[in-house]
């Protein structure tokens, strides 16, 4: 986009008052870009830590009453947290296994409950049957790979 152009006035005094407003302004809008950046990242922090509370208080209700809770974090929201993975058993074989939830085709506001009904022990898939997966929490590494 091309600078605006400002017509200079007549008088001297006019032009340096306006030299200095514009000074000013790229001065001010200077400032203005920086804490912006500034507090969008102390926000992101924010929600960060939010994501991060809300997956640690999800797997201790987990671990401590069993079964899906709901509600429970989004997928965005554990990702974001630093727990992309998900530990999850077969509720048939007791298979246990760990789902990478960054790569899971997913809307944004869908939660880690609804999961459950979706994840497909493979074991038991291949003799026929479709047990429903038992959610065990979310983590932020998988078991497998250290």
């Known amino acids: 986009m091309a600078p605006k152009h400002h017509p200079a006035p007549l008088s001297g005094g006019d032009r340096k008052a306006l030299t200095k407003e514009l000074s000013k302004s790229r001065a001010m809008t200077k400032i203005f870009a920086e804490r912006s950046a500034e507090k969008r990242s102390e926000g992101e922090a924010l929600i960060r830590e939010a994501d991060n509370l809300a997956c640690q208080s999800w797997n201790d209700r987990m671990w401590s009453d069993g079964g899906p809770i709901d509600p429970s974090p989004t997928i965005d929201q554990a990702i974001n947290s630093g727990f992309p993975w998900l530990e999850i058993k077969c509720s048939r074989c007791l298979t246990p296994r760990d789902v990478d939830l960054a790569v899971l085709p997913h809307v944004a506001t869908t939660h880690v409950h609804d999961l459950a009904g ?7 898939r291949k003799a026929g049957k479709r047990p429903a997966a038992t959610l065990l929490q979310l983590a932020p590494r998988s078991r497998n790979h250290d």
Not at 118 to 124: A, N, T, Y
Request: net charge positive; glycine share 0%; hydrophobic share 30%.
């Open 118 to 124: 979706r994840l497909v022990c493979q074991k038991c």
